[in-house]
């Protein structure tokens, strides 16, 4: 049983695609999940990953600081500035360009821990780094997309932080609380956790964009081409900055990943909240939940096989 929840966890691509494709053209299948569901979603989601950490992880944290230092100052720097550069580049509508440059702003995602262990990566370094993403994201994902979004409309940066503060804190700290206290509940719903969560982001994605198909419809070309180009610069650099620091080879791929991989929930769950008034600032977020899987999966079963063939 195990082996099968492990092996539809894996499959968070597939379930993402599937049901962003079939929201496009049977939206009402998908909008069911919307408004406050999305919210209780997400958390159920950072929960999740809450109960795999603990506060040992904390001080792990301090005997492996340059890989997660280099890893974090790319998540932040790299890119915010490569998604404000896109939505420059391609003239997107101001309500997309936010939510470009919102989603651009966001951690990494649990989802790069998933694809760090295909692609025979760093997977304590990346959960690391996802934890260290994420709780740094309360300051600085309102602080970027204030600065980078604000030509476009006015950013309240303090609703979107204490917004973030909300749905990425609390559930992280609830499950890390839970984890500590309650062992034998966590340890047994933690196989089914990763499973949940990935069904979870799959419905929060189909949603959005079965709201919003006749806009995705209209707009798919650039919409599409700079969610993409936003996800494969952020590997490629991310890579590139870790050879250049002289990282070894499994923390290059790990840097690579969780940097090409944003917590497209939390985008899209923030997009929501505070730009309730721009409809379509959400979809990037939804449509960056495919492709990240999509660019992920590919890269780490090509670096599997060169792996395999060492």
Known sequence: MLRLLNLLANLFPFWVITCSGLALFFPTWFTWFSGPMIVWGLAIIMIGMGITLSFEDFRRVTRTTRPVLIGVVAQFAVMPLLGWAIAYGFSLDPQLAVGLILVACC????????????????????????????????????????????????????????????????????????????????????????????????????????????????????LLSAVALLHLGGFTIGYAMARLMRLEENASRTISIEVGMQNSGLGAVLAQSSFAQMALAPIPSAISASFHSIIGSVLAAWWRIRKSKR
């Open 107 to 222: 951690p990494g995602g649990t989802a790069s821990n998933v694809v760090s262990y295909i692609a025979h990566a760093d997977v304590a370094l990346s959960v690391l780094m996802t934890m260290c993403s994420t709780f740094a994201a309360v300051v600085m994902t309102p602080l970027l997309t204030h600065w980078l979004a604000g030509a476009y409309v006015p950013v309240d940066a303090w609703s979107l932080f204490f917004n973030t503060l909300q749905v990425v804190i609390l559930p992280v700290l609830s499950g890390m609380l839970l984890n500590r206290y309650t062992p034998r509940l966590v340890q047994a719903v933690t196989p089914i956790a990763p499973l949940v969560s990935v069904m979870v982001i799959a419905l929060i994605c189909a949603s959005i964009i079965g709201a919003n198909a006749g806009t995705i419809k209209d707009s798919a070309l650039p």
